[in-house]
């Protein structure tokens, strides 16, 4: 399996519900560093899995919105715990739609997978995977 993966980050604010969060309940800030990664078995005609150029791009418009901003704020998050986890199901899904619309500078359609790892600190990450649907 061939994998590119580019890297960035940002600076939010947000709160969770519930008592398994303990002080996280309050108000806090955090700084994320996201690692895209998209897999292919093979690679393309022109021997790439994606253009690296184009993927870090496509990366940074995604986060763009959320850098610097409270997440509770946030309209489509209304409701839901942005945890780690939740937000790298998002990047996820914002990532598969510029993969299917060739966003990428390849056929989404010929990719395998996409994982989006989230690092909340140096001992602390959070991932999700899945294939291009």
Do not use: C
């Not at 986890?85 to 990719?111: P, V, W």
């Amino acid at each position: 399996m061939y994998a590119v993966e580019v890297r960035d980050h940002i600076m939010i604010a947000h709160s969770f519900r519930g008592a398994v969060f303990g002080p996280a309940q309050a108000l806090h800030g955090a700084t994320f560093v996201i690692d895209a990664a998209f897999l292919a078995k093979e690679l393309d005609r022109n021997g790439i899995v994606v253009d690296i150029g184009r993927a870090h791009e496509v990366l940074k418009s995604i986060l763009a919105p959320l850098n610097y901003k409270n997440l509770d704020d946030i309209p489509a998050f209304r409701g839901a715990n942005t945890t780690t986890e939740f937000l790298t199901r998002h990047i996820y899904e914002e990532l598969a739609q510029a993969a299917r619309s060739g966003g990428l500078g390849r056929d989404g359609k010929d990719l395998d997978a996409i994982r989006v790892t989230i690092s909340e600190s140096h001992v602390a990450r959070a991932w999700y995977e899945a294939p291009i649907s």
